[in-house]
C-alpha cells in the first residue's frame, strides 16, 4: 500500500523546461526523506534532489540552479515536484521519485543518498532532452 507514482516526463530541446510529480500514496515515513533519481542510458543510476521533513534541500552539482523541488502534503498523498529549467542535453534520463522509510531512525542517510537506502520507488518516468 506504500505506493509512489511519477509523472510528467516528455521530449523537449535543449534550453527548455519540464515539470516532474511524484505522488506517495502512504506518505507516513516517506515525508521524512523523498528524492529523485535519474538514469542515463548506459550509466548508473545517480541522485538528482532530495528533501527532509524539515524542507531542507539538496541538489547534485549537475542541476544545481536549474532543477527545483517543491513538496506538498496539504492533500491527501505527498506530492514531490522536479521543475527542471534550462536542460540540457545530458539531463535525458529515466527519473524515479524515491523514499527511504527508516530515514526517521537513520537521519543522515538522506544526506548520503545511496541508491540502496530507498525502499519506496515510483515506475520511472524518460525525459528526453535532444541538441
Known amino acids: 500500500d506504500k505506493i509512489m507514482q511519477a509523472s510528467g516526463g516528455g521530449s523537449v530541446q535543449e534550453g527548455g523546461s519540464l515539470r516532474l510529480s511524484c505522488e506517495a500514496v502512504?506518505?507516513?515515513?516517506?515525508?521524512?526523506?523523498i528524492a529523485w533519481f535519474r538514469q542515463a542510458p548506459g550509466k548508473g543510476r545517480e541522485a538528482v534532489a532530495r528533501?527532509?521533513?524539515?524542507?531542507?534541500?539538496?541538489?547534485s552539482d549537475s542541476v544545481k540552479g536549474r532543477f527545483t523541488l517543491a513538496r506538498d502534503y496539504t492533500k491527501a498523498t505527498l506530492t514531490l515536484d522536479l521543475e527542471m529549467k534550462d536542460l540540457k542535453a545530458e539531463d535525458t534520463a529515466v527519473y524515479y521519485c524515491?523514499?527511504?522509510?527508516?530515514?526517521?531512525?537513520?537521519?543522515?542517510?538522506?544526506?548520503?543518498?545511496?541508491?540502496?537506502?530507498?525502499?519506496?520507488w515510483g515506475q520511472g518516468t524518460q525525459v528526453n532532452v535532444s541538441p
Open positions: 524515491a523514499a527511504d522509510p527508516q530515514a526517521p531512525w537513520f537521519p543522515e542517510r538522506c544526506d548520503s543518498l545511496s541508491e540502496g537506502d530507498f525502499a519506496y
Open positions: 502512504d506518505y507516513t515515513y516517506s515525508v521524512y526523506c
Open positions: 528533501i527532509k521533513d524539515d524542507q531542507t534541500t539538496k541538489y
